[in-house]
């Protein structure tokens, strides 16, 4: 049986931190609503795009799975953030690592896109269209931040995970995947002035525009019942379920989603404090963490959820393999910056304006 393993992982936060003590600087916010409505404390801010991000991510993951560059056939790059609308981000890491065997090619279903890309990724190994496939999420959210509208901008941030899956004869990897998506309701969620609709002389600011409590219940119920579907699927118990790596939008989503669901918070991961919603990164930046934390034990079934704009929403179990260890380490960095958070989010301010 051709089975496809995650044989590395690896994570890229940029270095400048945005506390909700700043976000008090730029708009009619305070730590404390910010804390007890969503769980974040700070986010980080990129000096750099998504393909940097990324590429650092990868190497990370490359040198866990004791691979080079050219080891890969394909490379999938969840974003809606990308660098440019073309070249895709992904081709744009494809040349920063030097994976000159690979094809290329980026993945948008917002914060769901990194387990659309996964679930591809897996199907293209298992139909023997691939042996070792980059998958990787990764956002620039932060360029899109206006401060003017307080219940969006308080919520995003940046960074970059990635792993690399290959084809096994071990057990386990992907065991069960649902992807869903419902594009009538696209407007609750959306980012505007960011394509070609709409914006004749091209002066309209791109914005984050969003329905919260509307988007808020809708995540909850379809990451609750997409993580039933997949566990009757995959014929896994509740007790059978090591972890959940959902995506981390807001933490009463998640506790809302774990509750639904009867599952115990220990089994939980959560790192949206130190993150905000990083979009399609979240769940590599967490899984990452999670192997690095010793939460993912040899064999340990996971399960992961998704739910972002599009609508998009995605389950996934995946049984983790025998080795939880780097094969070894890579010791690529982004450049250096000392520029801070609000230094590089001075352009936002420029575009839209504070909101106080
Ligand atoms: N600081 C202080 N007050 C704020 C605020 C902020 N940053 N943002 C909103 N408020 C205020 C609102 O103006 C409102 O005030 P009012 O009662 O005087 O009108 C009050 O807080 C409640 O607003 P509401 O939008 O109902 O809050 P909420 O509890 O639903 O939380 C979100 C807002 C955005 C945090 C929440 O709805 C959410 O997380 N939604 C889903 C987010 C998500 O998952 N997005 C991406 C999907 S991947």
């Not at 690896?10 to 976000?23: E, H, I, T, Y």
């Not at 070792?132 to 956002?139: C, K, M, S, T």
């Not at 989503?253 to 993150?275: C, E, G, K």
Request: include cysteine; glycine fraction near 10%.
């Amino acid at each position: 049986m051709r089975n496809a393993m995650i044989t590395g992982w690896g994570k890229c936060v940029p270095p400048a931190v945005l506390s909700n003590a700043d976000l008090e600087t730029l708009t009619d916010t305070n730590d404390e609503w910010i804390t007890t409505r969503t769980g974040i404390k700070e986010r980080r801010i990129s000096h750099v795009e998504v393909s940097d991000l990324s590429a650092v991510a990868a190497q990370h993951a490359l040198a866990a799975a004791g691979l080079t560059a050219t080891d890969l056939d394909l490379i999938l790059l969840a974003t809606c953030t990308a660098d440019r609308a073309v070249p895709s981000a992904a081709t744009m890491v494809q040349a920063k690592i030097g994976a000159t065997n690979a094809a290329a090619m980026d993945v948008n279903a917002a914060c769901s896109g990194f387990l659309f890309a996964l679930s591809v990724a897996d199907q293209m190994i298992r139909a023997g269209g691939a042996q070792r496939v980059l998958v990787i999420g990764a956002e620039k959210l932060s360029f899109f931040l206006d401060f003017t509208n307080r219940s969006t901008c308080v919520l995003f941030g940046d960074g970059a995970g990635a792993v690399v899956l290959e084809a096994s004869d071990e057990s386990g990897g992907l065991l069960a995947f649902e992807l869903g998506s419902d594009g009538t309701a696209g407007d609750l969620l959306c980012i505007t002035g960011s394509g070609t609709e709409g914006n004749p002389m091209r002066t309209l600011p791109p914005g984050i525009l969003m329905e919260g409590p509307d988007v808020f219940r809708r995540a909850v119920t379809a990451m609750g019942d997409a993580s039933t579907r997949v566990l009757a699927k995959a014929g896994l118990a509740l007790d059978e379920v090591d972890l959940l790596i959902p995506h981390q939008a807001n933490v009463r989503i998640i506790d809302a989603t774990a509750r639904r669901l009867s599952l115990d918070p220990a089994r939980v991961f959560v790192n949206i404090a130190s993150y905000g919603n990083t979009s399609a990164a979240t769940i590599p930046i967490a899984l990452t963490e999670a192997v690095e934390e010793g939460r993912i034990r040899p064999g340990a079934n996971i399960v992961f959820a998704a739910f972002g704009g599009g609508f998009t929403w995605a389950a996934a179990v995946f049984r983790w393999g025998s080795r939880t260890t780097p094969i070894t380490t890579s010791a690529a960095q982004l450049p250096p910056s000392t520029a801070t958070a609000l230094e590089l989010l001075a352009p936002n301010i420029a575009l839209h304006g504070k909101g106080i």
